[in-house]
């Protein structure tokens, strides 16, 4: 394997372990520790770790060298409502000029497995970015992957306090049926709004969920 390649696997590792909560947030990251987990040396963790300081996603703590960056109450919301305006122009732009095929494709979306948290936030991940890559624009496609990614971590941290869980998961699954078949029927008004739902639903149980966690800021 060449460097460029380990070291590019190395950052989709550590970012990986970040979006999902395998590193906490507010955690700290020593580079001999990440070094010794990886099974590398400190210069691509080190690499790695300049790269996710630039993206925000870990930061230089005094003394300690690195921590995972801690998630903010500011940016959680900031992340919800920018996922809502542009959520609901890409369907409207879906339902207006997306193929049959990639309308028909969505149905793989329609069920996945909602005992699992972590399976259900990488579904849910997975179906927003492809709304935002079926509206044909590049930068819109682009700027819902980074909110998506970014909210990974806020349904991992906010559900993981809900005692019910899997019933929250299931009425979200409940909703994307629904927003399929407004797409499906192309009728952009009715996803949009749906959508919007959505997504507000969204908001109220993150926002909740995450003033419950200490590790949030």
């Not at 550590?14 to 507010?26: A, E, N, V, W, Y």
């Not at 079926?134 to 991992?156: A, F």
Request: aromatic fraction near 4%; hydrophobic fraction near 40%; proline fraction near 2%.
């Amino acid at each position: 394997m060449s460097a460029k390649l380990m070291r590019h696997q190395i950052f989709e590792q550590l970012r990986g372990d970040i979006m999902s909560c395998g590193l906490q947030p507010g955690e700290e990251v020593r580079e001999s520790a990440l070094a010794q987990k990886y099974g590398v040396s400190k210069s691509p963790i080190r690499d790695a770790l300049q790269k996710l300081e630039w993206e925000g996603l870990v930061e230089i703590a005094p003394r300690q060298g690195h921590r995972v960056v801690p998630i903010s109450i500011n940016d959680a919301r900031d992340i919800l409502e920018m996922r809502e305006i542009l959520e609901a122009a890409a369907v409207r732009k879906i339902a207006a000029e997306g193929s049959d095929a990639d309308l028909a494709s969505l149905d793989e979306f329609r069920t996945t497995d909602v005992s699992d948290l972590k399976t259900y936030v990488r579904y849910n991940r997975d179906f927003h970015t492809r709304l935002g890559a079926m509206s044909g624009n590049v930068r819109q496609s682009t700027s819902m992957r980074t909110l998506m990614d970014n909210y990974e971590r806020l349904c991992i941290v906010s559900l993981s306090s809900r005692q019910r869980e899997a019933e929250a998961m299931a009425a979200a699954l409940a909703e994307h049926n629904q927003i399929i078949d407004a797409l499906q029927a192309r009728d952009g008004r009715a996803a949009a709004r749906l959508s919007v739902q959505h997504i507000r639903k969204s908001h109220v149980q993150v926002m909740r969920g995450l003033k419950k966690q200490q590790i949030v800021r």
